[in-house]
């Protein structure tokens, strides 16, 4: 009965099954800020890791049903989905601000989707043809490394070598060319490394991959 969703239950949107945090409520933002600086300041930990999970990921026949919020928070914006955007950025801005004001050698990163837009959809993308954080999960992952809201970028780029949509090395390479001199570190999946499809059939390419990091001298 104590549990945050029963206590607050209008803090939260069902999708996919689950109970969300509903990220348009400045509440709800407080509340996050809250708990994460009551780890900084009570633990002597060495950082702050966000995962990519900021709105959900589209699921077939769901829904976000946050149009009531927007109506009442979204003055100023024409569409709910620079809106949202607008939510995550602010959530990370605060977090930032919040996390070095109480100890500034602390460090705040985030491993984004490995694709933040594509070529096609914006001139600073990338060449590949995903799905992509900006347009689907609202996250503008650019915009915080270039604002500096973050220390490092830790892109998921799960992906294999030559693969049409997201090709591997392209996302390694526009990851480190958007740097603005933070760290990047290049997520792998270590957990595809079995599969016998596509370009995972070949032993050698998590090792490939990381020669391929390591010749880059942007990347970490």
């Known amino acids: 009965p104590k549990h945050i969703t029963k206590q607050k239950p209008d803090w939260f949107f069902t999708f996919g099954g689950k109970k969300l945090f509903n990220p348009g409520l ?3 933002q407080a509340y996050i800020v809250q708990v994460i600086m009551d780890v900084v300041r ?4 060495d950082g702050v890791h966000f ?9 077939t026949n769901q829904v976000l049903r946050d149009e009531r919020i927007f109506k ?20 990370i801005h605060r977090l930032s601000d919040s996390i070095h004001a109480e100890k500034k050698y602390l460090k705040f990163g985030i491993s ?6 594509n070529l096609s959809q914006d001139a600073r ?3 590949s043809n995903g799905f992509d954080g900006y347009g689907k999960l609202y996250a503008d992952a650019r915009k915080w490394v270039e604002s500096s809201w973050i220390d490092y970028v830790n892109p998921q780029v799960y992906f294999p070598f030559y693969y049409k949509a997201a090709p591997y090395e392209k996302l390694v390479d ?3 060319n958007n740097a603005f001199n933070r760290h990047v570190y290049i997520g792998l999946a270590a957990y595809r490394a079995a599969e016998q499809k ?23």
């Open 26 to 28: 400045p509440e709800v």
């Open 42 to 45: 009570n633990y002597d930990i």
């Open 51 to 59: 995962d990519d999970y900021f709105y959900p990921y589209p699921e």
């Open 72 to 91: 009442q928070y979204g003055q100023g914006f024409t569409s709910i989905e620079d809106w949202r955007r607008h939510n995550v950025d602010t959530l």
């Open 112 to 117: 984004p989707f490995g694709i933040w837009r």
């Open 125 to 127: 993308g990338s060449e």
């Open 174 to 176: 526009w990851w480190s």
């Open 198 to 220: 596509g370009g995972w059939r070949d032993k050698q390419q998590i090792p490939n991959q990381i020669r391929y990091l390591r010749n880059n001298a942007h990347v970490q």
